[in-house]
């Protein structure tokens, strides 16, 4: 079983549409949690941490379920530059390497 | 964004060539990875050095020999690699985890390798 799976898309969705995507890993050790942007051809950028409680950054907001081993990431009102790939990224308690989903790629439509 | 730079950005090389690939880290991190990311498939994690000490080497193949000579400089020598080497290699670097919000990993720019 994948450390961490994402759902690869991709999500095409119109300009101010709500998207939600989904993540589990496998580790229930797994200790710190990240979503991730990638651009075409870039560099992955943190996009947030997501902590317990669930935190929310402008139209970003994560979400962690610890028993279901499950995080989520939901963007309201999309915006043309969200069109990105998003990477779901555990780090396991004790180690400081870390493990990427595969992303899950969206497309944002006029 | 020059928190951690990458040298060359592109490389294309032969199967029986020598190079280096080259990254720097201007955050004040005391550990930094190399990583490669193939199309389609996740980041894999190649090598971790934590205080310039390899701490972790991901049954990475030989022909990638990783040297850190300082907390700043990561290189990764190439040689005699094979087609399938071709990827997008990713430095990163971070502080060492002590809690939820210090261990995040910047990233490079990356370089892309094709190997001929």
């Known amino acids: 079983r994948k450390e961490v799976e994402q759902d690869p898309g991709p999500f095409n969705v119109p300009e101010g549409a709500t998207v939600a995507f989904n993540c589990t890993y496998s580790?229930?050790?797994?200790?710190?949690f990240f979503w991730y942007r990638q651009d075409c051809r870039k560099e992955p950028k943190l996009l947030m941490s997501v902590y317990s409680s669930g935190n929310e950054d402008g139209r970003f907001t994560a979400q962690l379920n610890r028993a279901s081993q499950y995080i989520s990431l939901l963007i309201r009102d999309s915006k043309l530059s969200d069109s990105a790939t998003y990477l779901c990224v555990v780090r396991r308690t004790g180690a400081n390497n870390l493990f990427f989903g595969t992303g899950t790629r969206l497309t944002v439509i006029p | 964004e020059t928190g951690v730079t990458q040298t060359p950005r592109h490389l294309v090389m032969g199967m029986t060539n020598k190079k280096s690939l080259k990254c720097e880290q201007h955050l004040g991190h005391n550990a930094m990875y190399w990583y490669k990311q193939s199309a389609k498939k996740p980041l894999e994690l190649m090598f971790v050095?934590?205080?310039?000490?390899?701490?972790e080497n991901n049954s990475v193949p030989s022909r990638f020999s990783p040297e850190c000579p300082n907390s700043s400089h990561l290189f990764l020598h190439l040689h005699t690699l094979q087609p399938e080497d071709s990827a997008l290699y990713l430095c990163?670097?971070?502080?060492?985890?002590?809690?939820?919000?210090?261990?995040?990993?910047?990233f490079g720019p990356g370089t892309r390798l094709t190997v001929l």
């Open positions: 990163a670097s971070s502080q060492l985890p002590g809690g939820e919000s210090t261990d995040t990993q910047y």
């Open positions: 050095y934590n205080f310039k000490e390899q701490t």
């Open positions: 580790n229930s050790a797994s200790q710190s």
